[in-house]
């Protein structure tokens, strides 16, 4: 090839690239979109309690994706919890040999393809550090789930309602408001 048909070659490749490109993010936009819709997030309970600083919350996640999907991080306002954790209780064994459930950070968890993860009290949870002293004044809270397949990321935002969320409506830190 001469120089000449070289750079017009590769004039004509980047030009192309310039078509190509839109249309590539256009369908992986809307492979995440769809992978957004087939996540659902239901029953989600809050455990606050009166003392402690830190909360749990319990809710199940049904994934239809056609693959397994893995939870990463969950972010909730920074004006209600401080930040949240994904949690798990594994079983240990004392000095007498007596077993025990320990709670633990982990880093990820995975949700079947067609499968729900229930997380709830003694198993897998999620785990509200840091709670804000504004807690109460606000009637709905936003939760955004961050979601993982292979190396593609897509999220899922959903509002409660607040109150109607507490496991335990007669939460004293709410009623002193
Ligand atoms: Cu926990």
Do not use: W
């Amino acid at each position: 090839m001469s120089t000449l048909a070289m750079r017009s070659f590769i004039f004509l490749l980047s030009f192309s690239a310039l078509f190509i490109q839109p249309i590539y993010s256009d369908i992986k936009s809307k492979e995440l979109k769809e992978n957004t819709k087939n996540i659902k997030i239901k029953d989600i309970k809050l455990k606050i309690l009166n003392g402690p600083q830190n909360g749990a919350a319990y809710l199940s996640i049904y994934n239809s994706n056609k693959y397994s999907v893995i939870l990463y991080k969950v972010e909730v306002d920074p004006d209600v919890f401080d930040r949240v954790e994904l949690h798990d209780h594994i079983e240990r064994k004392d000095g007498n040999g007596l077993k025990f459930m320990e709670m633990l950070e982990i880093p990820q968890m995975e949700i079947d393809a067609g499968g729900t993860l229930f997380l709830r009290c003694g198993g897998k949870h999620l785990m509200l550090i840091g709670i804000k002293k504004t807690l109460c004044q606000f009637e709905k809270l936003k939760f955004i789930f961050h979601f993982r397949v292979g190396a593609k990321e897509f999220t899922k935002a959903i509002e409660i309602d607040f109150k109607k969320s507490l496991l335990d409506p007669k939460n004293k830190r709410c009623e002193a408001e």
